[in-house]
């Protein structure tokens, strides 16, 4: 069917298509809930794949070193989860699991080890034995469809389990329900309870069909079914599970639109094309195969992890409220809506990762995400920063959807409200606005300290109202705050609103408020204007969201000479910043995988983290503080430490949230990067220091003039890093440095490196 994935290759001919280059099981031994992926389409409903942990958004579904099969489920989504089966044989006296023992007694001994030597799991495509049973099952899906084959042994009495209840990754599933309509039709409903992070309960419906007749149903404890299929059925038992989040009517819809035939392995084939079609948008040329291998992997990953929630018909669930109320994607002419709607973890981060790769390769998923975004405005009176099954979560902290959707603004990506986009993102940066909650605050909004960063100009740190949601980190908000304010101001000038402009730069100013000169770094203060006594800027968490003080003071990506005046000018502030990267490079410029942390707190105290959001801009400090050639050196070293390889047991050294942390990996790559996130008037990419000899983006026709943009990279090697020269279409750049009206123009960008550093 597919090709095993083997990370000791070394000849860059062996593949031709990129997604052959794919190895899904990067970090798959650190794997949480939403993050690995095998059967699923780009962004799919639904999201197939084997679970060997169950319990908890962390540490669980597909654990790479966990030797044991728990069942296959459906849907792995931020803060979602459900209809999980596994195939069993069934004992010959009774419609009951076989066990080792041979008597049945219990409903949760149906477990089966696996070997990694049978299995294949490539993009579109899972193949495993489940060595117990002696079946090979085989799992390919559409985007709203599962699709499973099952070949069990000769004369086997044949059964499938639907566990529709228990602790299922983040969810508590409740209410499960499995219905049969004929000899080959299911149909059910389950609910994913609320969690701490999604407030209400949500409910997931779906639809079976078999190719083989089903002859009877046994209900078990807590949500558990047991399918028997008929006796004398001849070929692979094969069933299609289609989802929805409406209705048990529209689920039926998305798998008679979706998957009509029984063709597994053209449905296969056409997942594994729409996959080869999107990586397809960037080539690269050079380095070994394990680099590219490595790149198209994390380019698989940019397109993972967020979820359409929308029917095909446009149906949606919109959970705002205290009920599902079912709203609909308005439509063409041919009658299929616009865009899809989305379940997303947040935006958080989004400015340095997504913003950028989206913006280059796939505008138009960048407009569908707005889009959907405008949908929850409409629905329930905010622009989320991270929605979960129709439903605000209020996940992390500040207005990360507003550089989001300013970006897109500002590239040109505009099928979407303009009037209605500023109104809800303007909204969200006044009291009564997102800004108001810290992340999780559900039922109040004064976590986020809005209106002391309004009247004082900094977010307090203890908060004075109390404890509310998470994240309440003051230095962190205030720095947060002011950044996205910036970003709304470039918006706001692009409509031609002075006043609003005005204000928003006013308040960007902010982030001033939180300097303690006599430090040298930002600092916590309280209500009353007080510093933080004792102030360590290693300290982690301690006014610092997700991150130490150390890390954090960079955080002011739109006003980076304004921080350097602080700082005592940009001589001091660069070689401030080069110290602290010398320090991390002991450490591998990451803090580790949650379990690093759990073993030694210590590793939190490291001055630049790449594996988490809040840090992963500094290397292109640098560029802009006027250094490009420590921007090059440093980002290849990041480059090398914590993005390189193919292994279960690393990959992102820390937390690779939807695509975040793989879209930062292509980029660094590819050496490009936008510091304020792509805000500006015409924004500009910073030139780092590719590693390819030459990437070729294929452009979009529909928001492009170009067909491609190449960056040939000269003299290209681990020793020479360093731009000596740079030329666009032949002319020589006086920056490096190149515009997003340039770049969708299309042509050549030629860089010749060289391994002295031109600065000397």
Not at 384 to 393: E, F, H, K, L, V
Not at 556 to 581: R, S, T, W, Y
């Amino acid at each position: 069917m597919a090709c095993k994935p083997d990370p000791e290759t070394n000849s860059p001919d062996n593949h031709k298509e990129k997604v052959d280059l794919v190895y899904p099981m990067l970090d798959a031994a650190n794997s949480r809930w939403f993050y690995f992926s095998s059967a699923c389409r780009p962004f799919g409903m639904v999201n197939l794949s084997p679970d060997n942990q169950t319990g908890g958004a962390w540490g669980s579904g597909y654990r790479y070193h966990t030797d044991t099969i728990k069942g296959f489920s459906h849907i792995h989504a931020w803060q979602l989860a459900g209809v999980s089966v596994m195939p069993q044989l069934i004992a010959a006296q009774s419609i009951s699991p076989h066990l080792n023992a041979g008597q049945w007694g219990k409903w949760d001994d149906y477990y089966s080890p696996f070997n990694h030597e049978t299995e294949i799991a490539t993009p579109g495509y899972h193949k495993v034995i489940l060595d117990r049973y002696n079946i090979t099952v085989e799992l390919t899906s559409t985007t709203r469809v599962g699709f499973h084959q099952y070949t069990f042994p000769e004369d086997a009495q044949k059964g499938i389990l639907f566990n529709l209840g228990g602790l299922l990754g983040p969810s508590e599933i409740t209410d499960g329900k499995l219905n049969k309509i004929d000899d080959q039709t299911l149909s059910g409903s389950l609910y994913n309870a609320p969690t701490r992070r999604r407030p209400k309960s949500t409910p997931v419906f779906f639809y079976v069909k078999f190719n083989h007749p089903v002859e009877e149903i046994e209900s078990g404890e807590n949500g558990k079914y047991l399918v028997k299929i008929a006796n004398g059925t001849e070929g692979p038992t094969q069933m299609k599970v289609a989802i929805s989040y409406t209705s048990e009517a529209n689920a039926q819809l998305n798998l008679e639109t979706e998957l009509p035939g029984w063709d597994f392995e053209a449905v296969a084939e056409d997942s594994r094309q729409e996959w080869n079609d999107l990586l397809g948008r960037i080539e690269v040329k050079g380095g070994t195969e394990q680099d590219q291998r490595r790149f198209y992997t994390d380019l698989w990953h940019a397109l993972q992890g967020r979820r359409i929630i929308s029917d095909v018909n446009g149906q949606y669930p919109d959970m705002t409220g205290d009920t599902l109320r079912i709203g609909q994607i308005p439509v063409r002419k041919d009658g299929k809506p616009k865009f899809n709607h989305y379940n997303s973890d947040s935006f958080w981060g989004a400015q340095w990762t997504i913003n950028t790769l989206w913006g280059l390769a796939y505008p138009e998923i960048y407009e569908e995400f707005v889009n959907s975004l405008l949908v929850y405005y409409r629905d329930g009176g905010w622009i989320p920063r991270g929605p979960s099954g129709g439903n605000y979560t209020h996940v992390m902290t500040g207005a990360s959807s507003t550089p989001f959707i300013v970006s897109a603004y500002q590239k040109g990506i505009r099928a979407f409200d303009h009037d209605l986009a500023w109104e809800g993102l303007k909204k969200n940066h006044l009291p009564g606005g997102t800004m108001g909650k810290a992340g999780y605050e559900h039922k109040t909004a004064k976590g986020g300290g809005i209106e002391d960063y309004i009247e004082k100009g900094y977010v307090p740190y203890p908060n004075p109202n109390g404890n509310f949601g998470y994240h309440q980190d003051g230095p962190s908000l205030t720095m947060e705050y002011a950044y996205q304010d910036w970003t709304l101001a470039q918006l706001a000038k692009a409509m031609n609103k002075p006043d609003d402009a005005a204000y928003f730069l006013r308040r960007s100013k902010n982030y001033k408020n939180t300097y303690d000169p006599s430090v040298g770094w930002m600092r916590p203060k309280d209500y009353r204007g007080n510093w933080r006594e004792p102030y360590d800027p290693y300290e982690y968490d301690a006014g610092f969201n997700e991150s130490n003080g150390a890390q954090s003071t960079w955080f002011v990506p739109h006003d980076l000479e304004g921080l350097a005046e602080l700082m005592g000018g940009k001589e001091a502030a660069i070689q401030k910043l080069n110290q602290q990267f010398e320090t991390a490079e002991k450490q591998g410029f990451t803090s580790g995988t949650s379990h690093d942390v759990e073993t030694n707190p210590e590793l939190r105290r490291i001055p630049i983290n790449y594996g988490n959001q809040p840090s992963i801009q500094t290397a292109f400090i640098f560029h802009i503080l006027g250094r490009p050639d420590l921007t090059q050196y440093w980002s290849r070293k990041v480059t090398e430490s914590v993005y390189k390889g193919l292994n279960p047991d690393t990959g992102y050294n820390g937390d690779e949230d939807q695509g975040l942390m793989g879209s930062l990996a292509v980029l660094l790559k590819a050496g490009l990067f936008q510091m304020n996130g792509g805000t500006d008037e015409d924004p500009e990419y910073q030139i780092g220091s590719p590693i390819f000899d030459e990437i070729v983006f294929h452009l979009h026709p529909g928001y492009a003039i170009g067909k491609t943009f190449t960056i040939q990279v000269k003299g290209n090697s681990e020793d020479q890093v360093y731009v000596q020269s740079a030329s666009l279409n032949n002319k020589l750049l006086e920056k490096l440095v190149i515009s997003h009206s340039d770049l969708i123009r299309g042509g050549k960008l030629v860089l010749e490196m060289g391994g002295s550093n031109p600065e000397n």
